[in-house]
């Protein structure tokens, strides 16, 4: 298989091997900035390196403090978690500012691995590291108004762990022109569709721990501190629905947008995202129509979730870390 790490900032590359998308259709980046109302760069245009911003040095010592902030989160939350009885946790607001630094810090060093002259570059492990930053970003937004905040307990080290991955590995190059706006949408609601759908899967998980402890007649410990079942199952499907709106449109733009998004070697990619937006599509019509909770309703959560991280993953890790590992 050819290597696609090196485009120049004036070639249009065959993305759709490399496009960082549930559903990852793509139609060529020629043709879709032909769309009325695009416009192509000039032939002197040039993009601004970010490393010209961000110098490398500096970007490394702001992930070293965002991947140190994000543990310290998450250790916050565990404690407060585990304390909520007593009252002796560390303050909410004082946790999600820590939170949101960790946020921050991290946008400012996944920059300039990010955005090349070329266009975006989307290996492996900066889609995971935008994936995570985009989830926890979400995550600390939402713990404004709902009480999400412990999602963050796992969350937010895996943030840290995708953010010292893209330092280790700075060579893993997937590089996406950037010659219209179009694909610039689809790439973000599809993002987005993933890290609200991430949010989601944990939620579940929460709720499965907390469902059994109450069968099983054991109510005590961290499990006093969450809120009522019936309010987790509520934030539960909240999340599933705005994940469902981001998904569909992230699916629409491909259509509208992309290239052939049932070509040969895109086919299984684009089966597997709208087998995840059916399951998704028939759980919610099930909450609607019979009241569908509880254990199916995450079971069906959980299988949505898995169709989309190989649609999301799967693929790339076969074709950057195992096939082409260059």
Not at 22 to 32: D, L
Not at 188 to 205: E, H, I
Not at 258 to 268: N, R, S
Request: glycine share 8%.
């Amino acid at each position: 298989m050819s290597n696609r790490s090196h485009f120049s900032p004036h070639q249009t590359p065959d993305f759709c091997d490399t496009a960082e998308v549930p559903e990852t259709s793509c139609r060529s980046t020629s043709r879709a900035v032909t769309q009325p109302g695009s416009r192509r760069p000039p032939p002197d245009f040039r993009r601004i390196p970010a490393y010209a911003i961000i110098p490398p040095m500096q970007a490394v010592g702001f992930a070293t403090l965002a991947i140190v902030l994000y543990l310290v989160t998450s250790a916050a939350l565990t404690l407060r978690l585990a304390r909520a009885e007593t009252g002796l946790g560390m303050n909410r607001s004082l946790v999600l500012l820590l939170g949101f630094g960790a946020v921050a810090l991290h946008a400012v060093a996944l920059y300039p691995r990010l955005i090349t002259d070329s266009g975006l570059n989307l290996g492996f492990f900066n889609a995971a590291s935008l994936t995570a930053l985009i989830t926890a970003l979400l995550l600390l937004l939402a713990s404004l108004r709902q009480p999400v905040e412990n999602l963050g307990i796992p969350l937010l080290p895996v943030a840290a762990a995708t953010m010292a991955m893209a330092l280790w590995y700075p060579n893993q190059r997937a590089v996406i022109a950037a010659d219209g706006w179009q694909l610039d949408l689809h790439i973000l609601f599809s993002v987005l569709a993933y890290s609200m759908f991430a949010l989601a899967a944990v939620q579940s998980v929460l709720l499965a721990i907390q469902d059994n402890h109450l069968r099983n007649r054991h109510p005590g410990g961290f499990i006093r501190a969450l809120p009522p079942l019936q309010v987790m199952e509520r934030l539960l499907f909240q999340m599933i629905g705005t994940g469902y709106a981001l998904l569909s449109v992230a699916l629409l733009t491909g259509v509208l947008f992309l290239e052939d998004i049932f070509a040969q070697h895109l086919a299984h990619k684009t089966i597997l995202s709208l087998a995840g937006w059916v399951i998704f599509g028939v759980l919610l019509w099930g909450r609607w129509k019979f009241g569908w909770r509880g254990r199916k309703a995450i079971g069906w959560t959980l299988s949505g979730f898995a169709f989309l991280i190989l649609a999301y993953f799967g693929s790339k890790l076969v074709l950057e870390l195992i096939l082409n590992p260059a």
